[in-house]
């Protein structure tokens, strides 16, 4: 079974403006050479987790960058307070307007933006380069949500070693069988 690194609290708010403002800074640097791509392959993929939900993917943002030298895959999972009804429609779309706030962390690959699951739990999977920085990133983001999601739905999962693309074509390989929330329940890529 993988190690997993999970649910360390929040950094210090200090620490997490500190961070924000630099992956600000360097998303628009991405931006202005051309560097963040919204590929359409993985749109619409529905995956199916342990704890019996499932969710699609709506969105995909990956950087071009070098090889991944220590590939690590991140889940991250919160329920947004006031979100209802049409209101995760005009979070989806709206939601494009995060992506300063992740795509410049240092480490950053790839992620897929999964919709709200049947309990209303949003996703994301993403790949980095370097499990501390994937667990760094994860407990940054987390003092932005706490901003609107439900009290103690924040959680996070990473898996150092792997890709994401591995993880979500065979998550048994990775899972051991559990069966919560971040573990996909079967094969959601089929790589080609």
């Not at 992620?111 to 994860?138: C, F, Q, T």
Request: charged share 20%; glycine share 10%.
């Amino acid at each position: 079974m993988t190690v997993q690194l999970a649910d360390k609290p929040p950094l210090p708010i200090l620490d997490s403006v500190n961070s924000l403002a630099g992956c600000v800074f360097r998303t628009g640097v991405l931006l202005a050479q051309n560097r963040i791509h919204l590929p359409k392959h993985h749109v619409g993929r529905r995956i199916r987790f342990g704890d019996r939900t499932s969710s699609t993917v709506y969105r995909e943002t990956v950087v071009d960058r070098g090889p991944t030298e220590d590939p690590a895959v991140l889940i991250v999972g919160f329920k947004l307070v006031l979100v209802r009804g049409r209101g995760h429609t005009l979070f989806r779309w709206a939601s494009i307007l995060n992506t300063p706030l992740f795509v410049g962390f240092p480490g950053y690959v790839s992620k897929l933006w999964m919709a709200h699951d049947e309990g209303g739990v949003y996703r994301g999977v993403y790949e980095w380069d370097g499990p501390r920085l994937a667990e760094h990133y994860a407990r940054t983001l987390w003092r932005v949500l706490a901003l609107g999601c439900v009290r103690g739905s924040i959680h996070y999962r990473v898996l150092p070693g792997v890709h994401r693309d591995e993880f979500l074509t065979d998550p048994s390989a990775f899972t051991n069988g559990v069966r919560e929330w971040w573990a996909p329940s079967e094969p959601a890529l089929v790589m080609t």
